[in-house]
């Protein structure tokens, strides 16, 4: 992700990265139909008093129920006499005021009362929610009735009584938000950092529901406009002889048979109105949902879309190994722009083998790990290139089936955070027993029992006990033996391990190491390891693969790598190891930040970096070649054993 943080930072081109909320929203056709229908309706009535209209209350007995086109009336006139046209224009204005009033107050009212309780919790909570339910409780339109009759007819007080019955609905919706909010780890930072309860409130908790409150805001306007044309239709909103389209509705009925065009016309108005709102409510909800933003308004299909032709096996290369990558290409289409998050990757694992992946945050090791079973997000992402070789099947072009047999089968994962993987509300138990009976046709009892067993193999203490315990009742150790279990549910030929010790403690990430160790050594399981941090690598892997900006840079058994690497960028990560025992040695960070995906430089996407950086590095493809040893690099002036980079902090 820093990558496109950075572009983002650079400033130039942030236009063209991501499209605009209002270009998203007009993608949508039919939210951009209700938008121009929209506007177009209410420029018209703000352009009332300027329109050359007749007065619309100025009655004219003997000209009544004049039709359509009519002389002088282009929309005809009512029981009275009165030029439809100039109050189905003026009714609209008063109908979109009141209707926009009354759900403005009910938002704001609804979400302060949502946020009040949600955020106090206890007492206040139950009162606030009590009262909430209560005018839940009663039908809808009789209680805004019953509003009525207690303030009398009128239209200020139609909207007042729309407004009230539609507070709960706000209410309940942010109440609902806010209660997961308020206990979330930010808002505990806010109150340590001395905030006062309100000002949590406004700067922390408000904006993460505000989405919902427009969301609930453009969907219910249609409504509520429908209900304040609904009380004047019945006589409890506008007083005649000012028209609004309920009203108008009203008063066309007296006459349906012998003119249907008196009610007809507030009626499509109406239809016109609540339709257009309703589909830019459904645009705005689509672009406002933060999933949906970084690209087309879809969702990702359950396989990453690959663009590149199946070739035939090349009996030259790998048999030997369980996984065979080559050339792996995989982009992602953010906006105008195209992030190559993987430009052109070659990796091999043998059987019992396990290969370290290694590079700075946002290097691709992610992307390459979840491109191997389609698992990358599809859109924004594509796979452009390569052959992903899996025991002689190339997984790029199998059937969807055979891909969601060998997912969670023959090929797991084990990602970083198990918190955020397992399941919160199944117990550890139910979740192994699901992922075992995923793939394999057995009782449930008999899951269980294997279950167990899987447990005891990650060296869990007390497996019986521990199977129904939820993931936050177990320690950060614990949940990660968890998802290894269940990725050792299916006897996996392949292991891939994404980061699975970045959020544990050095001895907890000591065990899980050894255990993962253990375990290949034990079943001959191939294992991908990702890290970013070289003596994790050192610990478990048996050749290491260093990725920059895409691209592997170089490889090799991972003993020879770390005492000697070949290229610069290898030797600077090595070096930002801290060995115990040495306080005085110079941690070397490595200086500037890799290059944004989207604007790959030519030549060695490190030169910008790199002290040994001649002009030649900056020229055209530079090769993956061998070093000395089993060392591959791509690199044109790679280190000598031994050699050392001049100081680079
Ligand atoms: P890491 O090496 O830290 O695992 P990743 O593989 O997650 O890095 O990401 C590699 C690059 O891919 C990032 O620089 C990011 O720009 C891009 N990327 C990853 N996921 C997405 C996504 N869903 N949409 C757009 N770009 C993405
Ligand atoms: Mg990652």
């Known amino acids: 992700m820093s990558a496109v943080a950075d572009t983002l930072e650079s400033g130039h081109g942030r236009s063209t990265e991501r499209p605009s909320p ?84 009910a938002a704001v009212l609804g979400s302060a009362i949502g946020l009040v309780a949600g955020y106090a919790g206890g007492r206040t909570d139950q009162i606030l929610m009590r009262v909430i339910d209560l005018m839940m409780a009663f039908p809808y339109i009789l209680l805004a009735l019953a509003i009525v009759a207690i303030l009398g007819p009128g239209l200020v007080n139609a909207l007042y009584a729309i407004a009230i019955v539609n507070v709960p609905f706000f209410a309940r919706n942010i109440r609902g938000l806010t209660v997961g909010l308020a206990r979330r780890d930010f808002v505990d930072a806010a109150r340590l950092s001395g905030k006062s309860n309100l000002r949590i409130i406004v700067s922390e908790v408000l904006p993460n529901v505000l989405p919902t409150i427009v969301i609930t805001l453009s969907t219910t306007i249609g409504w509520m406009i ?38 007809l016309v507030p009626g499509l108005m109406i239809f016109l109105i609540v339709l257009s709102i309703n589909l830019l409510g459904d645009g705005i909800r689509d672009v406002l949902d933060p999933r949906l933003k970084s690209g087309a308004l879809a969702r990702p299909s359950a396989r990453t879309s690959v663009d590149s032709r199946p070739r035939t096996a090349n009996p030259d290369r790998g048999g030997s190994g369980v996984l065979d990558v080559e050339n792996l290409q995989t982009e992602f289409s953010v906006g105008r722009s195209v992030h190559r998050a993987v430009g052109g990757v070659d990796l ?3 059987a019992g083998e396990c290969l370290g992946l290694i590079g700075e945050s946002g290097s691709g090791k992610s992307v390459t790990a979840m491109s191997l079973t389609g698992l990358v ?40 955070d198990p918190l955020a993987t397992l399941h919160p509300l199944m117990t550890a138990g139910d979740q192994l027993v699901e992922a075992i009976r995923a793939h394999q046709a057995v009782t449930a009892s008999e899951a269980r029992t294997r279950a167990v067993a899987l447990m005891r193999q990650v060296r869990i203490p007390n497996p019986e006990t521990r199977m129904h315990a939820y993931p936050h009742e177990l320690s950060g150790g614990l949940r990660q033996r968890v998802s290894i279990a269940m990725a050792l549910a299916n006897d996996p030929k392949l292991i891939v391990a994404d980061e699975p010790t970045t959020a544990l403690d050095v001895t907890v990430q000591a065990q899980v190491l050894k255990l993962l160790g253990d375990l290949r050594r034990e079943r001959g399981t191939a294992v991908l390891f990702i890290t970013h941090d070289f003596g994790v690598i050192s610990e478990i892997a048996d050749r290491v693969a260093v990725m920059y900006a895409g691209r592997i840079v170089e490889t090799g058994p991972t003993a020879e790598v770390m005492a000697d690497p070949a290229h610069p960028y290898t030797r600077m990560l090595v070096d930002c190891v801290p060995v115990m025992g040495e306080p005085d040695r110079r941690l070397a960070a490595i200086r500037g930040r890799p290059p944004a995906v989207d604007r790959l430089p030519d030549g060695c996407a490190f030169a910008d970096r790199c002290p040994r950086a001649k002009t030649d590095c900056r020229r055209g493809e530079i090769p993956m070649r061998s070093k000395r040893g089993a060392i591959e690099a791509r690199c044109l002036h790679p280190l000598t054993p031994g050699e050392r980079l001049e100081t680079h902090a």
């Open 22 to 105: 209002l270009s998203l929203l007009l993608n949508n056709r039919l939210a951009a139909f209700g938008l121009a229908v929209l506007t177009l309706v209410i420029l018209v009535a703000l352009a009332a008093p300027i329109l050359p209209l007749a007065d619309p209350n100025a009655t004219d007995p003997a000209g009544r129920l004049a039709g359509p086109l009519s002389n002088g009336h282009l929309l005809g006139t009512d029981a009275l006499g009165r030029d439809m046209l100039s109050r189905l224009i003026w009714g609209t204005r008063v109908s979109l005021a009141v209707g926009l009033s009354a759900s403005l107050i």
């Open 226 to 263: 429908l209900e304040t044309a609904g009380l004047s239709f019945l006589g409890l909103g506008a007083q005649p002889p000012q028209a609004d389209l309920g009203s108008m509705l009203g008063e066309g009925r007296k006459v349906l048979f012998t003119a249907p065009f008196v009610s």
């Open 348 to 350: 091999t694992i043998a």
């Open 377 to 416: 997000p599809s859109p924004p992402g594509h796979i452009v290139g390569g052959r992903v070789g899996f025991e002689g099947e190339d997984l790029l072009h199998v059937s969807d089936a055979r891909l969601r047999a060998l997912r969670g089968g023959a090929i797991a994962y084990v990602f970083q």
